[in-house]
């Protein structure tokens, strides 16, 4: 199975900053099968990026997803109020599907 | 616009199967190019899929809970259920039901989530 790790675990950035979210894979992702989702607290996750780089409909460009093989990063060029949240990634270019361990995104 | 919804027990005692159901609105399970899911997280922590199932009842489960899942579908009533048999205190969990869009392996529309607690 392929091991997905997210860095860092926490980031505390101020609104209008820019974030980068990695994430790493134990293994190469096929065809950059690989999504971003976004969680708040009492929510369900919320798709973000699929394809590595694809943004899912409705998501403001602000958000970014990028990479290939096992490194993958997710950007959000300036930060809004309500992009504070945890950031999960998943792979799906094999079974079993996983995901990362999450970075929490916290206000400074 | 797809809507999802979990519905089942809260509380199952150890041993027992813990059974939910999701019905799905806005969109036919039958009308095929998705595949629907259970996934689940654990209280504080990260998310762990547990299952697909295709309207024609074609299936694949994680390995790690393979032989304790059954995911089955009722095209009639448009919902998917999952059974998950011989539960502990480490199958208490939020479990969401999703759509896997077209099949590809990532999930576009979740439910809302239901917090099942494995406790006697």
């Known amino acids: 199975e392929i091991v997905l790790t997210q860095s860092p675990g926490t980031l505390s950035l101020s609104p209008g900053e820019r974030a980068t979210l990695s994430c790493r894979a134990s293994q190469s992702v096929s065809s950059r099968y690989l999504a971003w989702y976004q969680q708040k607290p009492g929510q369900a996750p919320r798709l973000l990026i699929y394809g590595a780089s694809s943004r899912a409909a409705g998501l403001p460009d602000r958000f970014s997803g990028s990479g290939s093989g096992t490194d993958f990063t997710l950007t959000i060029s300036r930060l809004e109020p309500e992009d504070f949240a945890v950031y999960y990634c998943?792979?799906?270019?094999?079974?079993?599907?996983?995901f990362g361990q999450g970075t929490k995104l916290e206000i400074k | 616009q797809v809507q999802l919804q979990e519905s089942g027990p809260g509380l199952v005692k150890p041993s027992q199967t813990l059974s939910l159901t999701c019905t799905v609105s806005?969109?036919?399970?039958?009308?095929?190019?998705?595949?629907w899911n259970w996934i689940r997280q654990h209280p504080g922590k990260g998310l762990e899929w547990i299952g697909y199932i295709y309207y024609s009842g074609t299936t694949y489960y994680n390995p790690s809970l393979k032989s304790r899942v059954t995911i089955s579908v009722d095209t009639s009533k448009n919902q998917f259920s999952l059974k998950l048999s011989s539960v502990t205190a480490a199958d208490t969990a939020f479990y969401y039901c999703?759509?896997?869009?077209?099949?590809?392996?990532?999930?576009?529309?979740w439910g809302q989530g239901t917090l099942v607690t494995v406790s006697s």
């Open positions: 999703a759509r896997d869009r077209s099949g590809y392996g990532y999930s576009d529309y």
């Open positions: 998943q792979q799906y270019g094999s079974s079993p599907y996983t």
């Open positions: 806005g969109g036919s399970i039958s009308s095929g190019g998705h595949y």
